[in-house]
């Protein structure tokens, strides 16, 4: 239950008065700490927390944001795009990061249990894409997700992904990493009747262009049902997949 739901059954309950929901309400939406702006009303307007994208920041500025969402009540916290460096100077900070190498990215706090049988399968093209695929997994995983993971499975060898049929007429939406020409997400595209999230990746040859090729690929995909996210947006896709999860999973628990 979200914040301002509590407040409210608080108030239907008359376990608090209507000048302290006001007060409650009415609280400052963010901390401005100099350097960064922490948004504290992120998880009121979209139901998930602040999301910390670690590159570009030290490990200093990366801890103070941590401990400012940690006062405000926030339990668990994903820090993207995270290098082992700074997470084992967090550490040495006091901070107990779980670092997730394959992602890049690393877990303070614990990562919530998910509820139901839904899931979300990611699968890559090649082993090579599995570093997008893993932010992107970890991301729906720490948002309460139940993920699969479906790797190295690319059209070079379509066998692969035809072995794995029931996870793939399963799942409540599917993520599809690949770099190359991209061709995942339309095999799985015309395969699923769920959405499927394209995440193209920078994995190619020269003329793949850093992932442009697949990028536009995927964009001009035959398949219905498949839309695409930036390369190398594992974060994206894995925050959007959630998204779905749980519209998806909501929808089955109103028609039980």
């Not at 006091?94 to 303070?108: E, K, M, S």
């Not at 706090?109 to 932010?135: C, H, K, R, W, Y």
């Amino acid at each position: 239950m979200n914040d301002i739901k509590q407040i409210l059954l608080e108030l239907h309950n008359h376990n608090i008065t209507v000048e302290d929901a006001y007060l409650r309400l009415k609280e400052k939406p963010f901390e401005d700490i100099g350097y960064a702006k922490v948004d504290l009303h992120r998880k009121l307007r979209q139901g998930v927390s602040e999301v910390i994208y670690g590159e570009g920041k030290t490990p200093e500025q990366i801890a103070g944001i941590i401990n400012v969402m940690t006062a405000n009540g926030q339990k668990t916290i994903l820090i993207t795009r995270l290098s082992q460096e700074k997470s084992d100077a967090l550490k040495i900070s006091g901070l107990n990061i779980i670092y997730h190498p394959d992602a890049r990215a690393g877990v303070y706090g614990s990562i919530p249990q998910p509820e139901g049988n839904s899931f979300v399968l990611v699968a890559t093209g090649g082993t090579s894409d599995i570093p997008v695929a893993e932010e992107a997994a970890l991301t729906a995983e720490v948002l309460g997700c139940r993920v699969k993971r479906l790797y190295d499975v690319g059209v070079a060898g379509l066998h692969r992904i035809l072995s794995h049929i029931d996870d793939i007429m399963s799942a409540s939406v599917i993520i599809a990493a690949a770099g190359m020409e991209g061709a995942l997400a339309s095999v799985l595209g015309g395969l699923a009747d769920c959405p499927v999230i394209a995440v193209p990746t920078s994995v190619g040859y020269g003329a793949s262009f850093g992932g442009v090729s697949a990028l536009l690929a995927m964009l001009n995909s035959c398949a219905s049902g498949v839309s695409v996210v930036n390369i190398d947006n594992g974060f994206g896709a894995g925050y959007l997949a959630s998204m779905i999860d749980r519209i998806r999973t909501e929808s089955c628990v109103k028609h039980t």
